[in-house]
């Protein structure tokens, strides 16, 4: 079984700043797959960042960057220059043999003017 | 590309009546999976379609809840006897079939609200 574990309920940041999210997960695949997710209020949840398993290389984005580190099973995600439409609630995913996402219990991400 | 759409936006109803809920997928996207996400946590995974077949079911959907999606473009999630617990956003996405890293796409959700 896999499961995603947020442990920030809550992070804020100022406008221009640097934020980073924290996600571990567990997982019996050899072969999987890591995603985060925002989800705005009462809009759709959108999807940021995605990391293969295999890949070394972290995934970037524009902005947005993760850290993987494979061995500890820690999947984080950086946010650079802030801005106030980044204001969500960011949900870290992961996809094993099965389709489905298995998603943590999300962080609301609060940007400050 | 209109993304998923799903409908209705809101549906609030008495315990006990049935209700159903309508996902239209990306157009070329084969695979169609429902969500449940109650407050303050992350989306649960239901069921999910590849064309008309469903695939997987989660221990989630008990008896009182069927996915259908018969020709393999639009799907519906009905709800029997609902009870309090149903209340939840129930959340549809899409992807295309080629492998795991194909990202599913989502829909506003439909928001369930028993009385």
């Known amino acids: 079984a896999q499961t995603v574990t947020q442990s920030q309920p809550e992070m804020s940041v100022q406008e221009a700043e640097t934020v980073t999210l924290s996600c571990t997960y567990d997982t019996s695949e050899s072969d999987y797959y890591l995603f985060w997710y925002k989800q705005p209020p009462s809009r759709q949840m959108i999807l940021v960042i995605r990391q293969e398993a295999y890949k070394q290389q972290n995934a970037t984005e524009n902005r947005f960057s993760v850290n993987f580190q494979k061995a500890a099973k820690s999947f984080s995600l950086k946010i650079s220059d802030s801005q106030l439409g980044d204001a969500a609630m960011y949900f870290c995913a992961s996809q094993g043999g099965s389709e489905k996402l298995v998603f943590g219990k999300g962080t609301k991400l609060t940007v400050n003017p | 590309d209109t993304g998923v759409s799903q409908n209705p936006r809101h549906k609030i109803t008495k315990r006990g009546q049935n209700v159903t809920f309508r996902c239209d997928p990306i157009s070329e996207h084969n695979r169609l999976y429902w969500y449940r996400q109650t407050l303050g946590q992350g989306p649960e995974f239901l069921t999910y379609?590849?064309?008309?077949?469903?695939?997987?079911k989660s221990r989630l959907l008990s008896d009182r809840f069927s996915a259908e999606r018969p020709k393999g473009s639009f799907s519906t999630l009905e709800i029997q006897r609902t009870e309090q617990g149903d209340s939840a956003m129930y959340l549809c996405a899409s992807s295309l079939e080629a492998g795991s890293n194909q990202p599913q796409h989502f829909g506003d959700g439909t928001r369930l609200s028993i009385l």
């Open positions: 379609f590849q064309n008309e077949a469903q695939l997987e």
